[in-house]
C-alpha cells in the first residue's frame, strides 16, 4: 500500500522497505490474547461478565475493568468481524508507522473507547474501539501528502474521499453517543502526529 512516508534519505527509504516485509509482530501480539479470551469466553461464558465494562463492579474496586472490556466481546460473534479488521488495519499501520504505532492507537483509541463506554454505553466489552484507533491512523495517513506519494494517482482521490467519509461518519457517530467515534478520532490525532514526524 506505501512505498515510503519520507522523501529525504536512502537510510529511511530502505528503513521504511525493511518495515513493509517484516512480519507484524505487534498486530499479531494483540490478536492472540483477544483471541484467546474469547475461546476461554466461548468456554466458560461467564467470563464477559468478569470483565465487560460495569460501573458498579468498577467503583467497588475492580479496576482490571478498565482495560478488560478490550479484549473480551459482547456478542461473542463479533470476533468473527473485528479479528480480521484488527490485522488488516494492524498490518498496514506497521508497515509505514512501525509496530510501537500499533500499540499505542489500538491502547489509546482503546482506553478512551472504553472511557465513552461507561458514559454512554456502560454494560459491553469489545475490542471494535481498539480496531477503530487503528483505522483513524489510517485514515490520517490517506490525507497525508505522504500517501499522494505513495498511491497510484489514480487512488488518491478515491482514497481520500473514503478517508473524509470515515471522519464525518465518525462525528455522527459521537453525536448519537456511539463508543466508536471518539476512539477514531484519537486514532487520527496520533497518525497525523506520526505522519508529521516521519516527514518532518
Known amino acids: 500500500m506505501t512505498r515510503t512516508l519520507t522523501s529525504g534519505g536512502t537510510g529511511s527509504a530502505r528503513a521504511d522497505r525493511r518495515r513493509r516485509r517484516r512480519f507484524p509482530?505487534?498486530?499479531?501480539?494483540?490478536?492472540?490474547?483477544?483471541?484467546?479470551?474469547?475461546?476461554?469466553?466461548?468456554?466458560?461464558?461467564?467470563?464477559?461478565?468478569?470483565?465487560?465494562?460495569?460501573?458498579?463492579?468498577?467503583?467497588?474496586?475492580?479496576?482490571?475493568?478498565?482495560?478488560?472490556?478490550?479484549?473480551?466481546?459482547?456478542?461473542?460473534?463479533?470476533?468473527?468481524?473485528?479479528?480480521?479488521?484488527?490485522?488488516?488495519?494492524?498490518?498496514?499501520?506497521?508497515?509505514?508507522?512501525?509496530?510501537?504505532?500499533?500499540?499505542?492507537?489500538?491502547?489509546?483509541?482503546?482506553?478512551?473507547?472504553?472511557?465513552?463506554?461507561?458514559?454512554?454505553?456502560?454494560?459491553?466489552?469489545?475490542?471494535?474501539?481498539?480496531?477503530?484507533?487503528?483505522?483513524?491512523?489510517?485514515?490520517?495517513?490517506?490525507l497525508s501528502a505522504a500517501a499522494r506519494r505513495a498511491l497510484p494517482p489514480v487512488l488518491v482521490p478515491r482514497v481520500r474521499f473514503f478517508a473524509v467519509a470515515t471522519l464525518a461518519a465518525a462525528a455522527v457517530s459521537v453525536a448519537l453517543r456511539d463508543v466508536h467515534g471518539l476512539p477514531l478520532f484519537t486514532g487520527a490525532l496520533l497518525g497525523v502526529a506520526l505522519t508529521r514526524r516521519r516527514t518532518g
Open 25 to 142: 509482530v505487534a498486530t499479531v501480539a494483540l490478536v492472540v490474547p483477544v483471541t484467546g479470551t474469547w475461546v476461554a469466553q466461548l468456554a466458560h461464558p461467564a467470563l464477559l461478565e468478569v470483565l465487560r465494562r460495569d460501573p458498579s463492579a468498577l467503583a467497588a474496586g475492580q479496576w482490571w475493568r478498565v482495560v478488560t472490556p478490550l479484549v473480551v466481546q459482547d456478542p461473542p460473534w463479533q470476533w468473527a468481524v473485528l479479528a480480521p479488521a484488527t490485522l488488516v488495519l494492524g498490518t498496514l499501520v506497521e508497515r509505514f508507522a512501525g509496530s510501537r504505532a500499533v500499540v499505542a492507537g489500538f491502547l489509546c483509541a482503546g482506553l478512551v473507547g472504553e472511557a465513552a463506554g461507561y458514559a454512554w454505553s456502560p454494560y459491553g466489552a469489545g475490542s471494535s474501539v481498539g480496531a477503530a484507533g487503528l483505522l483513524g491512523i489510517l485514515v490520517a495517513w490517506s
